[in-house]
């Protein structure tokens, strides 16, 4: 599979390429392009299946190379790069076609790899099931049932569909991670499997009615009710339907499911449209977890003043973190919840960024990944809130604890050291030969009289010193690095994100 990079930022393009070894994942990186115009070149002349897309580029942003795609026909997949705040451009980008999206200051390789895999085995059952043995195009039920819902709409009569009273309904199980634990040496397939076989055998004898999986956990059916010019009854066939479909999986393998229903419609070209409304449907499970069927309706996801809110009450928190005023970090938190539960204009995904990159701004490089353990089996708002609540908490209190108190005279002694040879290497084994103390030791007492660890306070140190030098454009930004004690570049403006959500470059440019 074959990927092309577009960013402005040379150190994300450097970051991605040199983290992981994509020959062996069966993956190449084909280019790379630092603007939108050199990105839409690329684009022709690589043909690559994959773009990795920053949403703020110069000559065109990610959303107008996304929208000339689309006009151009190019059929490249596409995984946006953005800032965990930036979710106006992120929405678009979704509602152009966008297959995923990270957020650059938190983003993970192996979740960037995960990703990439899925869409490889996508793009890889496309093609074997649009080439038969004998090489020419034999489209099966699946492809055909997933262009349709993508708006090709040239082979829908091979479907059992009429287009009259469509509707679409998408579903998913309810606690899905925890579900899959009982499976124990099975994988997701195995379930994903159990769930369209008792599909097949339910639908089989319902006239106008197709179902196929969308993702791993979400599948959708689509009926139509020709003999009918009644939306009423259309619509109570549907939820029959849906009746039948969750009382089965309930009594056949004990699982429970959640249920999105569209509004109606009467063109195949419609559903499209009619699939994206049942998934809106469907994410108001997040904030009503309780409930087992959503219809839809109109939401606030696009409301331009409420999203702006949004916007500045994210600002906010990131603003107390940054500048280490907890009072205020945690009022902006309990306000922004408020606002986002009481109007649902955030979708789930977008609220667990925003936890995701608090988070990542608080923890310690060596504990993010244990810190956030567990955060993938959360399935609604008031879980979210609790679980992050608690580690917020327990990184705020430790932080005011050390900062509230007087330092050992070993710790106070380290914390000069710190500050006045942060330009130098540091390690553990160096600071114990120094003082003459275990490593261990020092690392543990440290953490405990401190409140962070001991190089997450010696990046502060150093992140600190480099925005002082950033002022002064007499240095180069790879000469700041070293001025500050980092060796890599690439490592810098990670470090540099982490601690102040956005890179050394627009750091310097907000400084006018």
């Given at each position: 599979?074959?990927i092309?990079?577009?960013d402005?930022?040379?150190?994300?393009?450097?970051?991605?390429?040199s983290?992981?070894?994509?020959?062996q994942?069966?993956?190449e990186?084909v280019?790379?392009?630092?603007?939108?115009?050199e990105?839409?070149?690329?684009l022709?002349?690589?043909k690559?299946?994959?773009?990795?897309?920053?949403i703020?580029?110069?000559q065109?942003?990610?959303?107008?190379?996304l929208?000339?795609?689309?006009?151009?026909?190019?059929t490249?997949?596409v995984?946006?790069?953005?800032s965990?705040?930036?979710?106006?451009?992120?929405?678009?980008?979704?509602?152009?076609?966008?297959a995923d999206?990270?957020?650059?200051?938190?983003m993970d390789?192996?979740e960037i790899?995960d990703?990439?895999?899925?869409i490889?085995?996508?793009i890889?059952e496309?093609?074997?099931?649009d080439?038969?043995?004998?090489?020419t195009a034999?489209?099966?039920?699946?492809?055909?049932l997933?262009d349709?819902?993508g708006?090709?709409?040239?082979?829908?009569?091979?479907?059992r569909l009429?287009e009259?009273?469509l509707y679409?309904?998408?579903?998913?199980?309810?606690?899905?991670?925890?579900?899959l634990k009982?499976?124990?040496?099975?994988s997701a397939?195995?379930?994903q499997g159990?769930i369209?076989?008792?599909l097949g055998?339910l639908?089989s004898?319902?006239p106008e009615t197709e179902y196929?999986r969308?993702q791993?956990?979400l599948?959708?059916?689509?009926?139509?009710h020709a003999?009918?010019k009644s939306v009423?009854?259309?619509?109570?066939?549907?939820?029959?339907?849906?009746y039948l479909?969750?009382?089965?999986l309930?009594?056949y393998?004990?699982?429970d499911?959640?249920f999105?229903?569209?509004?109606?419609?009467h063109?195949?070209?419609?559903l499209?449209?009619?699939?994206?409304?049942a998934r809106?449907a469907l994410?108001?499970?997040?904030y009503?977890p309780?409930?087992?069927?959503f219809?839809y309706r109109?939401?606030n996801?696009d409301d331009?003043?409420m999203?702006?809110?949004?916007q500045?009450l994210?600002a906010?928190?990131k603003t107390?973190?940054?500048e280490?005023?907890?009072?205020e970090f945690?009022?902006?938190?309990?306000?922004?919840?408020?606002?986002?539960?009481s109007?649902?204009c955030?979708?789930?995904?977008?609220?667990?960024k925003?936890y995701?990159g608090?988070?990542f701004?608080?923890?310690?490089d060596?504990?993010y990944g244990?810190?956030?353990a567990?955060a993938?089996?959360?399935?609604d708002f008031?879980?979210?809130?609790?679980y992050?609540h608690?580690?917020?908490?327990?990184?705020?209190?430790?932080?005011?604890?050390?900062k509230?108190?007087?330092?050992?005279?070993?710790?106070?002694n380290?914390?000069q050291?710190?500050?006045?040879h942060?330009?130098e290497?540091i390690?553990l084994a160096?600071?114990?030969d120094?003082?003459h103390?275990?490593?261990?030791?020092?690392?543990r007492?440290?953490?405990q009289e401190?409140?962070?660890?001991l190089?997450?306070y010696l990046?502060?140190v150093r992140i600190r010193k480099a925005?002082?030098?950033?002022?002064?454009y007499?240095?180069?930004?790879?000469e700041?690095?070293e001025?500050v004690?980092f060796?890599?570049?690439v490592h810098?403006a990670i470090v540099?994100?982490?601690y102040?959500?956005m890179?050394?470059?627009?750091?310097?440019?907000?400084?006018?």
């Amino acid at each position: 599979m074959k990927i092309l990079i577009a960013d402005d930022e040379p150190l994300v393009r450097i970051g991605i390429k040199s983290s992981y070894d994509w020959k062996q994942a069966g993956m190449e990186i084909v280019g790379e392009a630092a603007d939108g115009e050199e990105t839409l070149r690329l684009l022709e002349q690589l043909k690559p299946d994959v773009l990795l897309l920053d949403i703020k580029m110069p000559q065109k942003d990610g959303i107008d190379v996304l929208t000339e795609m689309r006009q151009r026909g190019m059929t490249a997949k596409v995984v946006i790069l953005s800032s965990f705040d930036d979710f106006v451009h992120v929405k678009k980008a979704m509602k152009l076609g966008a297959a995923d999206y990270f957020h650059k200051p938190s983003m993970d390789v192996l979740e960037i790899v995960d990703v990439l895999r899925k869409i490889k085995n996508q793009i890889e059952e496309g093609r074997t099931a649009d080439t038969g043995a004998s090489g020419t195009a034999a489209l099966n039920r699946e492809t055909i049932l997933r262009d349709l819902i993508g708006g090709r709409t040239e082979n829908a009569s091979s479907t059992r569909l009429t287009e009259n009273n469509l509707y679409a309904v998408v579903f998913s199980v309810k606690k899905y991670a925890h579900t899959l634990k009982r499976y124990s040496g099975e994988s997701a397939a195995f379930l994903q499997g159990t769930i369209l076989n008792l599909l097949g055998e339910l639908l089989s004898k319902e006239p106008e009615t197709e179902y196929v999986r969308l993702q791993d956990n979400l599948f959708a059916i689509l009926a139509s009710h020709a003999e009918s010019k009644s939306v009423q009854a259309a619509f109570a066939r549907v939820n029959d339907l849906v009746y039948l479909v969750h009382s089965s999986l309930k009594r056949y393998v004990n699982i429970d499911t959640v249920f999105g229903i569209s509004e109606p419609c009467h063109a195949f070209s419609s559903l499209r449209q009619a699939v994206d409304q049942a998934r809106q449907a469907l994410e108001l499970k997040f904030y009503h977890p309780n409930e087992p069927l959503f219809y839809y309706r109109s939401r606030n996801l696009d409301d331009e003043s409420m999203q702006a809110k949004v916007q500045a009450l994210i600002a906010a928190m990131k603003t107390g973190l940054k500048e280490e005023k907890y009072e205020e970090f945690a009022t902006s938190l309990a306000e922004w919840e408020e606002f986002v539960r009481s109007r649902e204009c955030m979708t789930e995904n977008d609220v667990k960024k925003v936890y995701e990159g608090l988070l990542f701004m608080l923890a310690d490089d060596e504990d993010y990944g244990e810190s956030r353990a567990g955060a993938d089996e959360l399935d609604d708002f008031t879980e979210c809130s609790g679980y992050y609540h608690a580690r917020f908490n327990e990184m705020l209190k430790a932080r005011i604890s050390g900062k509230s108190k007087d330092y050992s005279p070993l710790i106070r002694n380290i914390v000069q050291y710190l500050e006045t040879h942060y330009r130098e290497d540091i390690s553990l084994a160096l600071l114990g030969d120094t003082f003459h103390a275990s490593p261990n030791y020092i690392s543990r007492l440290f953490k405990q009289e401190v409140g962070r660890g001991l190089f997450d306070y010696l990046n502060h140190v150093r992140i600190r010193k480099a925005k002082e030098l950033l002022k002064d454009y007499k240095y180069k930004i790879y000469e700041i690095a070293e001025l500050v004690g980092f060796h890599s570049q690439v490592h810098f403006a990670i470090v540099f994100n982490k601690y102040e959500g956005m890179s050394p470059t627009d750091f310097r440019k907000e400084l006018g």
